[in-house]
């Protein structure tokens, strides 16, 4: 099993940056694929980034691509997803996913483990 938590979110100006955090606890942490998705008011969820279990190979939605970068450090337990250049499109709440699928499949995967999100909110 997998415990999420994220923090990091909050209140930004469009073209501003924000780091968002999330701690995992449970041993299969490690193992995992961990990702982020997120979901806008009266949106379906959608999937954010992606990255393996050894941190050396990471996925992107296209709409973020060249502008989030998502991270690990497995001897910490921690993903980060580190957001720059943030549009007003780019306002949902933000959750953190881990799951067994491979990293290249995790966009269309429906994750094991879910955090409880993070509101970011970008203004114009």
């Known amino acids: 099993q997998v415990q999420l938590v994220e923090s990091g979110g909050g209140l930004v100006q469009a073209g501003g940056s924000l780091r968002l955090s999330c701690a995992a606890s449970?041993?299969?942490?490690?193992?995992?694929?961990m990702g982020w998705f997120r979901q806008a008011p009266g949106n379906e969820r959608e999937f954010v980034a992606a990255?393996?279990?050894?941190?050396?190979?990471?996925t992107y939605a296209d709409s973020v691509k060249g502008r989030f970068t998502i991270s690990r450090d497995n001897a910490k337990n921690m993903v980060y997803l580190q957001m720059n250049s943030l549009k007003v499109e780019d306002t949902a709440v933000y959750y953190c996913?881990?799951?067994?699928?491979?990293?290249?499949?995790?966009?269309?995967?429906?994750?094991?483990?879910w955090g409880q999100g993070t509101q970011v909110t970008v203004s114009s």
């Open positions: 996913a881990a799951d067994g699928t491979r990293y290249s499949s995790f966009y269309r995967a429906i994750p094991a483990y």
């Open positions: 990255i393996n279990r050894s941190g050396d190979s990471t």
């Open positions: 449970g041993r299969a942490f490690s193992s995992s694929t």
